[in-house]
C-alpha cells in the first residue's frame, strides 16, 4: 500500500498561481500513474489532470487545461500540481491518487484510483 500526503494549499487571489505536493511512500512509486482530483462543497469529486508512471504522458481535465500543469519527480517520490491563473470556480479541496495496476495510462475515473491522499484545501478569493 502507498500513503500519499498532499500539501501546498492555501489562500490565494483569483490570477495567483499555487504549486501543490504530493509525497508518496510505500509502494514503488515510480510503478504507477499518479492523479490530481479536487471536490468542492456539495460537488462531486472532479479529474483535475493524470500523469503516467514515466511522466512521459499527461491527461488534463476540460476545466483546467491551459492553466494546471502535472509533474512528477520519481527520484523525489513526489507528484507536483502548478495551478496558474486561478479561479473562484477552483476552490476545493484537492487529494492526489495513485493508479490501481502498475504500469497502466494514467485514468480519468475515481475507480482506477485505489490510494487517496488526505487533502488540501486550495481556496481561491475573487
Known amino acids: 500500500q502507498v500513503q500519499l500526503v498532499e500539501s501546498g494549499g492555501g489562500l490565494v487571489q483569483a490570477g495567483d498561481s499555487l504549486r501543490l505536493s504530493c509525497a508518496a511512500s510505500?509502494?514503488?512509486?515510480?510503478?504507477?500513474?499518479m492523479g490530481w482530483f479536487r471536490q468542492a462543497p456539495g460537488k462531486e469529486r472532479e479529474f483535475v489532470n493524470g500523469i503516467s508512471w514515466s511522466g512521459g504522458v499527461t491527461i488534463y481535465g476540460d476545466s483546467v487545461k491551459g492553466r494546471f500543469t502535472i509533474s512528477r519527480d520519481n527520484a523525489k517520490n513526489t507528484v507536483y500540481l502548478q495551478m496558474n491563473s486561478l479561479r473562484p470556480e477552483d476552490t476545493a479541496v484537492y487529494y492526489c491518487?495513485?493508479?490501481?495496476?502498475?504500469?497502466?495510462?494514467?485514468?480519468?475515473?475515481?475507480?482506477?484510483?485505489?490510494?487517496w491522499g488526505q487533502g488540501t484545501q486550495v481556496t481561491v478569493s475573487s
Open positions: 510505500g509502494r514503488t512509486f515510480s510503478m504507477y500513474a
Open positions: 491518487a495513485a493508479n490501481k495496476t502498475p504500469f497502466a495510462t494514467p485514468g480519468r475515473f475515481l475507480y482506477d484510483y485505489n490510494c
